[in-house]
């Protein structure tokens, strides 16, 4: 071996094991350097692909983007004024609970994001979205949208994070299941066949006996998840040696996730 | 000189591009990776000090981009994918006689095997953390996928690459006369 590779072997071991020693808190810190530092391209590729999408997905005539714009206007009239008339439920519920000596019910703070990147390896689920430290994002917070639980905030960069979604093994989720006392972990697959991934809610009671299409909402347990977010509704049910385990059609379609809500708190 | 920093260059672009190749559905949901490509045709055509500066690079993208972090837990501590690719970069290069005679065709095969032998060591790792052990036909798929992809477009990357280094007028090409 030539002097130049030896010493080129031994910086290169050096570099390593330097690397090797982070802990969790300085590979996090690491992550989000080097997502800051690509952000920039990360947002203009995104750009780039939904305008090469939406030229795939064909022009619209001017007919139908007016109807489409009349639809989406009564549409937001007629949210507007159910979220009107909730305020006006919550408070009174508010009132009546503050009468019992109950905790006041709020809502939750959200943080509206797009989806820029969808997950570029195979072991892990997760997404980056527009968002991160400089609009008051943290790690563990929990991400959703419209229909239900999302995933939650891992690496937080100044204005990029990664999603881990629902779907990830890793990600566990406390959940109870709709019309039941049953409780369990929701936790996604290692490895998806398809492109929508099935969800599996473990350590319920042999008894259980769910049955296809009752609703999963999480329930609050562990702090990270708010309860009462829908996770996804049961596909099937089976008894395992131990416990039961029910599979789930996730609540979400995480394939075609475009814009997200962060819970950053309550209101 | 600047063909190494050209291929570092791409190598940036490549780990970005693959966020944005969506994985391939009718192949259980295969990914597609230009990374591992680039760092192979490197082991080849670089020296052994610059091919492992394009691993150490290489390597420490993908664990920052890809390797998750959850609550105090590292699954994959930052750093296996730089001596994953520097163990396989090692391995090619000492294949490079033949390269540089022009026998391409067994490194591109490599690359697809080396691709292949990355995910199963990611995959084995993160197995070993969460237990039980599963190996479906989606997960041989999943590993065996993106190097089949890879040997497939080899021959294309190899040739680009190899263009890139002709016009920068980078040396290697002229050590054919050496083993000739």
């Known amino acids: 071996m030539s002097r130049t590779n030896f010493i080129a072997l031994l910086i290169f071991g050096v570099i390593l094991g330097y690397f090797l020693s982070f802990g969790a808190e300085s590979t996090r810190k690491f992550q989000a350097g080097i997502y800051q530092l690509i952000a920039p391209f990360l947002s203009s590729g995104s750009g780039l692909q939904k305008q090469i999408t939406s030229v795939r997905t064909g022009l619209k005539t001017l007919e139908q983007l007016e109807r489409e714009s009349a639809q989406l206007r009564v549409e937001n009239r007629e949210l507007r004024a159910t979220n009107q008339a909730l305020r006006d439920v919550e408070r009174e519920v508010n009132s009546l609970r503050h009468q019992l000596n109950y905790r006041e019910r709020s809502v939750f703070k959200l943080v509206p994001a797009v989806v820029v990147t969808r997950d570029s390896s195979t072991w892990w689920h997760t997404v980056t979205v527009n968002r991160g430290r400089e609009d008051g994002i943290e790690g563990d917070m929990a991400v959703v949208t419209d229909e239900g639980l999302v995933g939650k905030t891992t690496t937080v960069a100044s204005s990029i994070s990664v999603v881990l979604l629902v779907s990830d093994e890793n990600c566990k989720v406390a959940a109870t299941v709709e019309g039941t006392r049953e409780q369990g972990i929701v936790s996604g697959e290692r490895v998806t066949s398809g492109l929508t991934p099935s969800l599996y809610l473990n350590f319920l009671s042999k008894q259980a006996d769910l049955k296809p299409g009752q609703k999963v909402y999480t329930s609050g347990v562990g702090g990270v998840f708010p309860s009462g977010l829908p996770v996804g509704v049961v596909k099937s049910f089976r008894v395992r040696e131990l416990d039961g385990q029910a599979q789930l059609t996730p609540a979400v379609d995480l394939s075609h996730l475009e814009d997200v809500f962060i819970v950053t708190g309550r209101k | ?180």
């Open chain 2, 1 to 180: 000189m600047i063909f190494f920093l050209l291929l570092l260059v791409l190598v940036t672009i490549a780990q970005i591009g693959e966020f944005f190749i969506p994985p391939l559905a009718w192949l259980y949901n295969t990914h597609i990776y230009l990374v591992p490509l680039i760092v192979f045709y490197a082991a080849v055509a670089l020296p052994v000090p610059l091919m492992l500066a394009v691993a150490l690079y290489a390597g420490i993208l993908l664990d920052a981009l890809t390797v998750q972090v959850i609550g105090n837990k590292v699954e994959i501590s930052l750093g296996w994918s730089i001596l994953l690719y520097a163990v396989l970069a090692g391995l090619m290069h000492g294949l490079r006689p033949l390269f540089v005679r022009g026998r391409w065709e067994i490194h591109a095969v490599l690359s697809g095997i080396c691709t292949s032998v990355i995910l199963l060591a990611q995959y084995l790792m993160i197995t070993f953390r969460r237990g039980s052990i599963i190996f479906s036909p989606e997960v041989w798929w999943q590993i065996g996928g993106p190097g089949l992809i890879a040997m497939l477009m080899a021959p294309v990357v190899f040739w680009l690459l190899h263009w890139i280094a002709y016009v920068t007028g980078f040396g290697y090409l002229s050590e054919r006369s050496r083993f000739e």
